[in-house]
């Protein structure tokens, strides 16, 4: 969050003359650096009074488990609730953990949600009418959007950029019409090792990418590029579609002031089921368990997110608030964002993980097919095979 510090300085100034506490703000990049330090400090025993777990819910779970994060339920819920209803349901989930969760962690809230993030297809306004298009409809089906294709490919344009050489970013996709086509408890059901991955409804979500390269909206660079040269090829007009985060707001608008584009679902590919879209909680803060000034912690993370402080952060940092109660003073574009909290799921609220060297072939399989290198069938049964395979590793602990 090292492009917030001077609005956290500000913050931390301002509460210092309403309380007389002095807060003390270290911001560090890249995440995997602060990570460390975190790790260490928790070895160590000399956490901060506040800090953030960047990192898997499992790990975020370890972390509770060995004494690190107060269980900050007793605050949320004294006085009716008040401060939990501060915030949106999905925003909260991602630092809760539900009775009969799978981490053996005691029910309860155990972060501070300070802003949200909601990751969804973007379109330029200016490039759709270019198209023969209305740019305040853009495409709402899977098919309206693959029929672009032709338009776009004669126009010299590009269709959908994206990070996809990130494979987290192809899986979120992945997923989004995974919970479109198949429904949730179906999703849940093949973490769990109940349905696999070659059953037909998983092999309709593999074809979705071979359909969007075979129709022109997607080509092979995509799976060689990073989400900023994305981000940099969207932002100067030249690709039609982007698949990002709502954090590209605050990376747009440093790149081209003037870009008109919209925030919208990815089109739907099936009726029988909502889309999806990853989203909730985007950074979160936790309370040293140990810290001698847990009150005092827990009081400036209250009026931290009070509507007043939220709709600062949500000007000043064009990041969504998590305060529910801020969801109409915001940016025009971030409110496109706000719609989707509505639709949104994330893997850390599911109460269960898919192991990740799955993820990973998930991710790589797509990636081949993109290239013409599998089909979505020889993909899919990939897949299933090293899932098979680290089931069986599982039983035999």
């Not at 009150?295 to 064009?318: D, G, I, M, S």
């Amino acid at each position: 969050m090292t492009d917030r510090d001077s609005v956290f300085q500000d913050l931390a100034r301002r509460y210092e003359r309403l309380s007389g506490v002095k807060i003390d703000f270290e911001l560090f990049a890249p995440s995997d650096s602060y990570s460390q330090k975190v790790r260490a400090a928790a070895q160590g025993r000399n956490l901060p009074d506040i800090f953030g777990v960047l990192s898997e819910k499992k790990d975020f779970a370890s972390f509770i488990k060995a004494g690190y994060v107060l269980d900050l339920t007793p605050y949320m819920d004294e006085n009716n609730s008040a401060w939990r209803n501060e915030f949106f349901t999905r925003a909260l989930a991602v630092d809760e953990f539900k009775e009969g969760n799978s981490y053996g962690v005691k029910p309860g809230v155990y972060g501070v949600p300070i802003d949200m993030v909601a990751i969804m297809m973007l379109y330029n306004k200016t490039l759709l009418k270019r198209l023969g298009l209305d740019p305040e409809r853009p495409p709402q089906t899977f098919t309206e959007f693959l029929a672009l294709g032709k338009k776009i490919k004669a126009a010299n344009l590009q269709g959908l950029v994206s990070g996809w050489v990130e494979l987290w970013l192809v899986n979120c996709f992945a997923s989004n019409y995974a919970f479109n086509i198949m429904g949730r408890d179906k999703v849940l059901a093949t973490l769990r090792g109940e349905v696999p991955y070659t059953d037909p409804d998983w092999i309709k979500v593999f074809a979705l990418f071979k359909r969007m390269k075979e129709a022109g909206i997607i080509s092979n660079r995509v799976v060689s590029m990073i989400n900023k040269t994305a981000e940099q090829i969207f932002a100067s007009g030249k690709a039609v579609f982007a698949f990002n985060g709502s954090w590209c707001v605050n990376v747009y608008k440093g790149m081209n002031p003037n870009l008109d584009y919209g925030a919208i679902l990815p089109p739907k590919a099936s009726d029988k089921f909502p889309m999806a879209v990853w989203g909730g909680a985007g950074s979160s803060f936790v309370v040293n368990a140990h810290s001698k000034n847990k009150e005092e912690a827990v009081k400036f993370l209250k009026w931290l997110t009070e509507p007043a402080q939220q709709a600062y952060l949500a000007r000043a940092t064009n990041n969504l608030p998590a305060n529910k109660q801020c969801r109409y003073k915001m940016p025009k574009i971030l409110k496109g964002f706000s719609k989707a909290v509505d639709y949104s799921t994330h893997p850390n609220t599911w109460g269960i993980s898919e192991f990740p060297i799955v993820n990973e072939a998930l991710g790589r399989g797509i990636q081949s097919i993109i290239l013409g290198e599998k089909t979505p069938e020889q993909a899919a049964l990939e897949v299933q095979k090293i899932k098979e395979r680290e089931m069986a590793k599982r039983r035999k602990r």
